[in-house]
Nanobody, 127 residues
Framework: QVQLVESGGGLVQTGGSLRLSCAASGRSFSYYAMGWFRQAPGKEREFVAAISWSGGRTYYADSVKGRLIISRDNVKNAVYLQMNSLKPEDTAVYYC????????????????????WGQGTQVTVSS
């Protein structure tokens, strides 16, 4: 079982930056691929970024490429999302998620493939 707790959300102006953190409990964290998803009001949850269990592979939604960076620290049991050049359309609740596949060779970009979820953190970008 893995518990995930996000933090770092807030209100920022267009063009600003935020760094989201996701703290994970459980000894198996370092073997799990991790993802960030977001959900805006009235919209479905969408993929933002994902990282392999080792951190060697990263994947991004086209809408965030070049602006958001996912990383992880397997010693600290944490995953991060550095958000730069933020836009109003980035406004959403951001969730981190863990795929419990052991050292999975495939990193998923669909929410249904992830097994554990945090409670979310709100990011609001003002225009």
């Amino acid at each position: 079982q893995v518990q995930l707790v996000e933090s770092g959300g807030g209100l920022v102006q267009t063009g600003g930056s935020l760094r989201l953190s996701c703290a994970a409990s459980g000894r198996s964290f370092s073997y799990y691929a991790m993802g960030w998803f977001r959900q805006a009001p009235g919209k479905e949850r969408e993929f933002v970024a994902a990282i392999s269990w080792s951190g060697g592979r990263t994947y991004y939604a086209d809408s965030v490429k070049g602006r958001l960076i996912i990383s992880r620290d397997n010693v600290k049991n944490a995953v991060y999302l550095q958000m730069n050049s933020l836009k109003p359309e980035d406004t959403a609740v951001y969730y981190c998620a863990a795929d419990r596949g052991f050292r999975a060779s495939v990193v998923h970009t669909t929410a249904g493939e992830y097994d554990y979820w945090g409670q979310g953190t709100q990011v609001t970008v003002s225009s």
